[in-house]
């Protein structure tokens, strides 16, 4: 019952909102990306599309919906970001901010279609 609970529970956390408060920490707080933080960075990347491709793999409707919105707020949330360091602070984009807005467009693009995948599978659909 309690790996039920837990599994359930890491199927509602949006994964994907860890690197934009990561960028946004190390925006706030003047740190550079470069080294360690842009290394913490790209395991934090790769951790969370391993999350996020986990998760989508079976789940309902109402998960799929949140799923669906949470992507789609944390694109837009990084791209508001991008546009705001470019634009506003005149700070060049490094590796490490490329690679973060890469990790939240391929969540966005990707679980969506594993879901649909897999539901497509599990209604029997195209047998």
């Given at each position: 019952?309690?790996?039920?609970s ?10 994907t ?37 986990f ?17 789609v707020?944390?694109?837009?949330a990084?791209?508001?970001?991008l ?33 649909f ?11």
């Amino acid at each position: 019952m309690a790996s039920s609970s837990a599994a359930s529970f890491f199927n509602k956390i949006p994964w994907t909102f860890l690197i934009i408060i990561y960028l946004v920490t190390a925006q706030v707080a003047a740190i550079p990306l470069d080294g360690v933080p842009g290394f913490v960075l790209i395991g934090l990347g790769v951790f969370v599309l391993f999350a996020e491709f986990f998760k989508s793999g079976d789940i309902g409707l109402s998960v799929f919906m949140m799923d669906v919105v949470t992507s789609v707020i944390g694109l837009v949330a990084a791209t508001v970001l991008l546009c705001y360091l470019v634009w506003e602070m005149g700070q060049p984009l490094t590796f490490y901010h490329w690679f973060g807005y890469t990790i939240l467009l391929g969540d966005t693009i990707f679980s969506p279609l594993n879901s649909f995948r897999t539901a497509l599978r599990n209604f029997g659909v195209g047998q």
